[in-house]
């Protein structure tokens, strides 16, 4: 199995005219995915646009929890920027958000919960049990596992399980313990929307790679998607970011109240937030709320706890 499906098995383009006319070939790939979300990536044949360009300056850079974050005015400027970090005969890449009307029909977390505990989300999954539990000592209603084989880590074993709790506590032993009761109190868990995944490598007792994705509701329609995602090996999380402005309503960062950096993004009634340190990754995807709410929401997280381990 490829690296980019083992990424996804955890688990939108706007941008005007103008933008549009300086991307050579817009590749669109629309997935479903348990993110909440739907991305377009424009990918560009870099060593054909990128020798007319030359970097340029950007309008904001930071460390991000140790992660690179840039944001750029203008195409050129992000282009020019990854050209000069990529290496050679590589293509620079770049995803920008759709319209909400886009993302209407997109996978939700109850939907996502059904496929993987159904077919799973891995090729030629090979179950070895699927069991129920109703003793609330144990930290899981279903319990699903099963085998796969990925092409880097050769044959893994999938531990997937559910449980109404953890829209309100996710616990992993020796690695989280979230309460998540504050935004319990904001929003209500969706109903059989919460899902806690484990990838192990045969013979070992402790996952290499541990997601949670869970879905929330508000009482006006509002809708919530909160994915945790943690990398033993830390291959995505603390890559740079390059944000283009002009592809968003709002681009910026924002500290919470226990001093993690964030990024935030919004476009047509739809915001986005991630923070990310050592292969430890909370993403979020919303409809229904503000830049301003979202950052309320953010201080709810703890995230100094979850995010910095």
Do not use: C
Request: cysteine-free; proline content about 3%; charged content about 25%.
């Amino acid at each position: 199995m490829k690296d980019e499906n083992l990424k996804r098995a955890f688990a939108p383009l706007h941008a005007s005219e103008e933008t549009m006319k300086e991307v050579i070939r817009m590749i669109d790939r629309r997935e479903r995915a348990p993110s909440g979300r739907r991305m377009r990536r424009v990918v560009l044949a870099a060593l054909l646009l990128i020798a007319a360009l030359a970097v340029s300056g950007f309008t904001a850079d930071y460390i991000l929890n140790d992660r690179q974050v840039f944001f750029f005015d203008t195409l050129e400027a992000l282009l020019a920027r990854q050209a000069a970090e990529l290496p050679v005969d590589t293509a620079a890449s770049m995803a920008v958000p759709a319209a909400r009307s886009e993302n209407a029909d997109i996978e939700t977390p109850a939907d996502y919960v059904i496929r993987a505990m159904g077919a799973g989300t891995f090729d030629g999954e090979r179950v070895l049990s699927d069991e129920t539990n109703e003793n609330p000592d144990i930290p899981w209603e279903r319990r699903r596992i099963s085998e796969a084989e990925d092409t880097y880590y050769g044959d893994i074993t999938i531990e997937r399980r559910t449980d109404a709790a953890y829209g309100g506590r996710v616990t992993v032993e020796d690695l989280l313990d979230w309460d998540l009761t504050p935004l319990a109190a904001w929003m209500t868990p969706d109903t059989d929307g919460q899902i806690l995944t484990l990838l192990y490598e045969q013979g070992e007792t402790a996952p290499f790679q541990v997601a949670a994705t869970l879905g929330y509701h508000g009482g006006e329609g509002e809708r919530l998607v909160l994915n945790y995602e943690y990398d033993r090996d830390n291959r995505w999380g603390d890559t740079a970011t390059y944000t283009l402005n002009s592809a968003y309503d709002y681009a910026g960062s924002y500290i919470t109240a226990d001093r993690v950096e964030v990024r935030i993004t919004a476009y047509d009634g739809q915001v986005w937030a991630d923070a990310s340190h050592g292969g430890r990754t909370v993403s979020i995807y919303a409809t229904g709320y503000t830049v301003e709410e979202m950052e309320t929401i953010l201080d709810l997280l703890s995230l100094a706890a979850v995010v910095e381990g």
